[in-house]
Structures are given as C-alpha cells and as structure tokens.
C-alpha cells in the first residue's frame, strides 16, 4: 500500500508541474545553442563572449536604467551608485561612452559568475516561463580529465527573430542590485575596520584612524587638485609633474598631453578622483622614503597605482 501512495504522490507532483509550467521536452537544437553558447563563455571568463551571448535589448535596457540612476544621483551632487557599480576613479562621462556591450564588460569586473568546463550539456528539459522567456535545464558532462560529477545547470533564453539568446541571468540582476544597495559584501574600504566578533557590538564598522601624509606630498595634492580644477594644465604638467617625467618625456608628447589634458574633461575628473583617493590611503615608500606607491586597485580607474617622489625635498607627482 506504501509504494501505490508513494507512485501516486509521485505522479500527482508531475502532473502539477506540468501545468504550472509546460515542458518542451530536452529544446530545440537553437535553444540548446544559445544556452551553451553562454555557458562556454561563462567557463571561459570571458566578459565580451558573455555580453556578445546575451540578448542586446536586455543590455540596452540594463545601461539606461543605472545610467539614468546615476545622472540623477549627479544632478543632485552624490556619486554613491557610481561609485559602487564602477569604482570611484571612473568619471561618469566616460560610464555614458559606453555601449550597451562594453557597459556590461566593465561592469561584469565587480560581478562574480562562474561556471565548470564542460565536454558537452545533457539537456533534460526547456520550461515554459513568462514573456516568451523559456529555462533551459541541464547538466554539465565534463571533460573525461575531469572526473564523473555532472552539475546542474539552468540558462534562461528568450527569442531573437527565428533563433534565440540568453536572457541577462537573474543572479547577476541580483548581485548588481546588492551593489547599488550597498549589500554587497567585499573589502573594506581603507577608511574602515571591522570590529572582532568578542568585542561589544561585534560586526559594526569601526572608524580607522585618519591617513598622514608628510605635509609636502599634501600640498602637492592641494595644489595638483587646484591646477586640474581650473583647466590649467600647463601648470599641472609644468609644476605638479616630477622634473624626471618632464626629462624623459619629449616636447611634442608633453604638449600632446596638455592638449588632451585641457580638452577632455573627463580626463580631468579622472586624475582629480586619482588624486583624492590617494590622499586617503596610506603609501608603500621606496627608495629610502623618497617614492610613494599608493594601491589604488579596484577603483575604476585604468591604472592600480599613484606614484609620486622626491625630488631635491619637495614631491611631485611621478607617472
């Protein structure tokens, strides 16, 4: 009697999913290409692979809804959401140059996604979900070098024309919107320390102390600041510059960067964040002192590192 209820039961469950969400058995042979198409990519790491596999209309849509977030964050002064989606260092000007795929690839770098190699997909069933939106679910056949274990998987596609392309996946929907919010857990930001969990209010954020600068590099940030400020880059590359950079750099170079330096704002905005951030982390000194290596990885900026040195006791900047 146990194993008819057990057959019924079981039976029942099918039935029901079956009306909740209609199987098309294992895809059409498009639907299976698309998913694995997206799959390999993800295995792979590759970001422009992932974006080139995902439907554009869901990456333009994705642009326009942070970017208009983030202009109107700008309108009213902030730059928190910025900040979180693209780091500090990239100016919003350059975020809005973007294309729907390179805005994707830029962002995928604060993201976390990863998927096993895999020989081939054991496709077990397409669903049926909203909007045209179909579930592929299978499981990853591994290379024969790396073992027997299969892992689930499920890609979701939505139709392009006659063929099809994969859906921007909910979990990273999720974790973009974990960003923006704040939720997202990563390193401390080089302002903060966690308290240990022994003391009271274990978990809260503790304020670290304040950074010290020797006061010659502080006030080659004021004035490098002030300079870029007000467009005078002639006096940033003339003044700020380290004389060593000025030496070996040639005289057309030098005017093209000047050039470029007055002309592109965003440009501009971008050594002002560099700067900035580095006048609140604490430097790794070389050279008996005489060269400072702020760490500035992570930040959205195009480079991980502001160097500045000494040169006859005062400091300028180096690169």
């Known amino acids: 009697m146990r194993d008819v209820k057990s057959i019924t039961f079981a039976v029942l469950l099918a039935a029901l999913s079956c009306v909740a969400a209609p199987a098309l058995a294992a895809g059409s042979a498009a639907q299976q290409r698309a998913?694995?198409?997206?799959?390999?990519?993800v295995?792979?790491?590759?970001?422009?692979?992932?974006?080139?596999?995902?439907?554009?209309?869901?990456?333009v849509q994705l642009r326009t809804r942070l970017l208009d977030e983030m202009r109107l964050e700008a309108d009213r002064g902030g730059s928190l959401t910025r900040a979180r989606l693209f780091g500090e260092g990239m100016p919003l000007a350059n975020i809005e140059r973007l294309t729907p795929h390179s805005f994707f690839v830029t962002l995928a770098q604060r993201l976390r996604f990863g998927a096993r190699e895999f020989?081939?997909?054991?496709?077990?069933?397409?669903?049926?979900?909203?909007?045209?939106?179909?579930?592929?679910?299978?499981?990853?056949?591994?290379?024969?070098?790396?073992?027997?274990?299969?892992?689930?998987?499920?890609?979701?596609?939505v139709p392009w024309?006659?063929?099809?392309?994969?859906?921007?996946?909910?979990?990273?929907?999720?974790?973009?919107?974990?960003?923006?919010?704040?939720?997202?857990?990563?390193a401390a930001p080089p302002s903060t320390l966690t308290a240990g969990s022994g003391g009271e209010g274990g978990g809260e954020t503790a304020t670290a102390p304040a950074v010290v600068l020797p006061p010659g590099m502080?006030?080659?940030?004021?004035?490098?600041?002030?300079?870029?400020?007000?467009?005078?880059?002639n006096e940033y590359y003339d003044k700020q510059m380290s004389p060593n950079f000025r030496r070996t750099t040639g005289t057309r170079a030098l005017r093209t960067l000047i050039s470029a330096c007055e002309s592109r704002e965003a440009l501009r905005e971008q050594t002002m964040a560099a700067?900035?951030?580095?006048?609140?982390?604490?430097?790794?000194?070389?050279?008996?002192?005489t060269r400072a290596v702020f760490d500035l990885a992570g930040s959205g900026l195009p480079y991980n590192q502001w160097i500045v040195e000494q040169v006859d006791e005062r400091w300028y900047i180096a690169e």
Not at 127 to 139: A, E, P, S
């Open 218 to 233: 502080v006030k080659l940030f004021d004035d490098a600041l002030a300079s870029l400020e007000a467009g005078r880059c």
């Open 43 to 59: 295995s792979r790491g590759d970001t422009q692979a992932m974006a080139m596999s995902i439907l554009e209309d869901e990456l």
């Open 161 to 186: 024309g006659k063929d099809w392309k994969a859906a921007l996946p909910l979990e990273l929907q999720a974790q973009i919107d974990d960003l923006r919010a704040g939720r997202a857990r990563g």
């Open 35 to 41: 998913a694995e198409e997206y799959l390999r990519a």
């Open 275 to 289: 700067i900035r951030l580095a006048r609140t982390k604490a430097p790794r000194f070389e050279y008996a002192g």
């Open 119 to 157: 020989r081939k997909v054991d496709w077990i069933e397409a669903v049926k979900d909203r909007g045209g939106m179909v579930q592929m679910v299978g499981r990853l056949i591994p290379p024969d070098e790396m073992g027997e274990v299969r892992v689930p998987v499920i890609v979701s596609i």
